[in-house]
């Protein structure tokens, strides 16, 4: 597992989010840079944004949740097409960052 992941459950339905793009961007000089992305599984996670054996550097991170296929693919409305979260790296933990979503709100913490 990369040291950073993610994972979408949506909570309207009560089931994982499949399907999802999301990618992962670092801050450098002002500007955002990609370092990773993928695609979540049946089970709404990603555990690969990163290679296993990469630790990043601490400092400001954004994954980026690519919403709107996925409700348009369900026939639901989208009031929130793309979600970016920030997040800061502060040591060479873990960093599990879960999406909680709904058409038409969302909520995300650092999970374990």
Not at 28 to 42: A, K
Not at 48 to 76: A, K, M, S, T
Request: proline share 6%; with cysteine; charged share 20%.
């Amino acid at each position: 597992m990369s040291q950073i992941a993610t994972h979408i459950l949506d909570t309207a339905q009560g089931k994982p989010a499949k399907g999802v793009e999301v990618n992962l961007l670092k801050l450098v000089n002002d500007q955002w840079l990609p370092i990773g992305s993928g695609v979540t599984n049946s089970d709404g996670r990603i555990a690969d944004l990163l290679e296993p054996d990469i630790l990043v550097e601490y400092g400001r991170y954004r994954l980026d949740f690519l919403l709107e296929r996925y409700f348009f693919d369900q026939n639901l409305p989208c009031l929130y097409p793309e979600i970016n979260v920030v997040f800061m790296v502060s040591d060479q933990t873990h960093y599990h960052i879960p999406l909680l979503l709904s058409p038409f709100g969302y909520s995300t913490y650092r999970g374990s």
